[in-house]
C-alpha cells in the first residue's frame, strides 16, 4: 500500500484531522460554562438546559460505529468532509438559534457530523501516514487534541460566554471552513468497501436512549406519573429491546455479541457507563452551581476547573507507574472510591462556600480519581483480544461512555430538580431568584453530586468484578500498539 504522508507527520493531513477531533471534543464540553447565561437569554427550563448538552452527545454516542462504517462503506475523505460541513452548518445554526427547540436540533446535527468526522479521520490517520516514526507522531498529535479538547473546553467556554455564549459555537464556523479547505488539498480518498450498513441499528440505539433520557429529564417537571414521562420511558425501553434483537441477526451489526462472552469485558463496558456518567453530570452540575449560586462569572467558574485537570494528570503519572504492576480492578476500583469520597465531599458546600475552603481540593481529587478510572479502563476493554477486534472495541467503549454521560446526568438532574421543589424553591433561571430559592437551588445541586457519588460507587463495585491481570492490561497496550503502526 501506498501511503501518502512518509517523511514528517506534521503537515496539512494531521493538522486537518486533528483540528476537527479537536472541535468534537470541545463542543462535547465548551457549552457547560455557558450553561447558566444561555438558560437565562433564552429562557430555558432545566430540562431544556440539560438537552443542550444531552442531545450532542446522544446523536455523537449513538451514531458514532454507523459513522465510522460510512467512512468504510463511500470513501473515507468523503464522509470526513461531509461531517466536517454537517458539523460547521450546525454551528452556525446553534450560534444563531433564538429558541430551545432550534438550538436542540442544532445540537443533534452538530453531534451527528462530528458522529461521522470523528471516526473517519482517526480511520485516514492510518491510511494517510506510513507505518513507522511518522504514524505514530501523527497519532500523538491526534490523541493530544483529545485531551486538550476536554480539559481546555472549559476554559474556552468561560472566556468566550463573558462576551457571548453563542461565540462558544460561532467560533467553530471559520475552523471548520479552514478543516475543510485543508481536508479537501491534503487528504486521499480510501476505496468504498460495499459491507451492509446497520442503519436500523443505529436509529434504534440512538432513539431508544434519547426516549429514556427525555422521560427521566422531563420527570421532575411534568410529573413521574404524567403520561408522556412514562411513554418516553417504556419507548424508549422497548427500542432499546429491539436494538438488541437487530443485532441478533443483522448481517453486518454495529454491537458483534460475540465481543461480549467474556465476562470481565461485560464488567468493563458497565464502568465505563457509570464512570462517563458520574464525570459528564459531576462536570455540568459543579458548573451551573457555582454560576447559579455562588454567583461566578463564567471565566471564573471555567479557571476554577484547572485542578481537575491537574488531578488527571498525576492520575496518568501514577496509572502508567501502577498499570505493570497491580491489577487493574484495584487501580480502577481506588479511583473509582476515591471519586466517591471527594463527590460527597462537594455535596456538602453551600451558598456560604469559599473556593480554597471548600471547592479547591474535591475538585482536583475529583480529577485525580476519574483519572485512574479511566486510563486503565479502555485497555481492559480490549484485554486478550485478537487485533482485528481491536478497533470495534475501543468504539464500543467510547459508545458507552457517551451513552452514559446523558443518561447520567438526566437522573441526577431529576434529583437536583426534586430537592429543589421539595423545599419550595424553582427551577429554572436563577437571575431573579430570591436568596431564599437560591439556597434551595444549591440544596438540589449539591444533593445531586450524591447522585454522581452513586454512579461512581456502581463503577467500584464492577471494578471488582474485572479479573484481568496487569499482564493482560501490558498485553493489550502492546497490542493497540501495533495496530497503531
Not at 454522581?452 to 493489550?476: E, G, H, K, N, P
Request: net charge neutral; aromatic share 8%.
Amino acid at each position: 500500500m501506498t501511503y501518502p504522508v512518509t517523511e514528517r507527520a506534521f503537515g496539512l493531513a494531521i493538522i486537518a484531522l486533528s483540528g476537527m477531533q479537536l472541535m468534537a471534543v470541545l463542543d462535547g464540553t465548551v457549552v457547560n460554562l455557558a450553561l447558566a447565561p444561555l438558560q437565562a437569554e433564552l429562557g430555558l427550563s432545566d430540562a431544556g438546559r440539560n438537552w443542550v448538552v444531552s442531545s450532542y452527545v446522544l446523536a455523537f454516542g449513538g451514531l458514532m460505529l454507523l459513522g465510522g462504517r460510512l467512512g468504510d462503506a463511500f470513501g473515507r475523505k468523503r464522509m470526513f468532509l461531509v461531517g466536517v460541513a454537517l458539523f460547521t452548518v450546525a454551528s452556525a445554526a446553534c450560534g444563531l438559534a433564538q429558541n430551545e427547540a432550534m438550538l436542540v436540533l442544532a445540537r443533534v446535527i452538530q453531534g451527528a457530523g462530528a458522529a461521522v468526522a470523528s471516526p473517519t479521520a482517526f480511520a485516514l490517520v492510518a491510511t494517510t501516514f506510513a507505518p513507522g516514526p511518522v504514524r505514530n507522531q501523527a497519532i500523538a498529535i491526534y490523541a493530544a487534541m483529545t485531551g486538550v479538547g476536554s480539559f481546555s473546553g472549559l476554559i474556552i467556554g468561560g472566556a468566550l460566554t463573558e462576551v457571548s455564549w453563542r461565540w462558544i459555537f460561532l467560533i467553530n464556523v471559520p475552523i471548520g471552513l479552514a478543516i475543510l479547505a485543508l481536508g479537501w488539498r491534503a487528504l486521499t480518498e480510501t476505496a468504498g468497501e460495499r459491507a451492509p450498513l446497520d442503519v436500523p441499528g443505529a436509529i434504534l440505539a440512538t432513539l431508544g436512549s434519547t426516549g429514556v433520557v427525555f422521560g427521566i429529564v422531563e420527570g421532575p417537571e411534568r410529573g413521574w406519573t404524567d403520561v408522556v414521562t412514562l411513554t418516553a420511558i417504556v419507548v424508549g425501553l422497548v427500542l432499546l429491546l429491539a436494538f438488541l434483537t437487530v443485532e441478533r441477526r443483522a448481517r453486518n451489526p454495529l454491537l458483534p455479541f460475540e465481543l461480549f462472552h467474556d465476562r470481565d469485558r461485560v464488567a468493563t463496558f458497565v464502568a465505563i457507563f457509570f464512570s462517563g456518567g458520574a464525570l459528564f453530570a459531576m462536570t455540568v452540575i459543579v458548573a451551573v452551581f457555582v454560576q447559579d449560586v455562588l454567583d461566578y462569572s463564567p471565566l471564573r467558574a471555567g479557571i476554577s476547573f484547572i485542578p481537575f485537570g491537574g488531578g488527571m494528570a498525576l492520575a496518568a503519572v501514577a496509572s502508567s507507574w501502577l498499570a505493570p504492576r497491580v491489577a487493574p480492578r484495584w487501580i480502577i476500583a481506588t479511583g473509582a472510591v476515591l471519586t466517591v469520597g471527594y463527590l460527597i465531599f462537594a455535596s456538602t458546600i453551600t451558598v456560604e462556600s469559599t473556593y480554597w475552603k471548600n471547592l479547591f481540593l474535591p475538585i482536583g481529587g475529583i480529577g485525580f480519581g476519574v483519572g485512574l478510572a479511566v486510563i486503565a479502563l479502555p485497555l481492559c476493554a480490549i484485554a486478550n483480544v485478537d487485533q482485528k477486534n481491536i478497533g470495534p472495541l475501543t468504539a464500543i467503549s467510547l459508545v458507552a461512555q457517551n451513552l452514559g454521560g446523558p443518561l447520567g446526568l438526566a437522573v441526577v438532574s431529576a434529583m437536583a430538580a426534586s430537592k429543589t421543589l421539595s423545599l419550595g424553591g424553582r427551577t429554572g433561571s436563577a437571575v431573579d431568584m430570591t436568596r431564599p430559592e437560591i439556597v434551595a437551588l444549591g440544596e438540589g445541586y449539591t444533593f445531586a453530586l450524591l447522585g454522581c457519588a452513586v454512579l461512581a460507587a456502581v463503577a467500584a463495585v464492577s471494578a471488582l468484578f474485572i479479573r484481568y491481570s496487569a499482564a493482560d492490561v501490558a498485553q493489550a497496550k502492546a497490542a493497540q500498539d501495533a495496530v497503531h503502526r
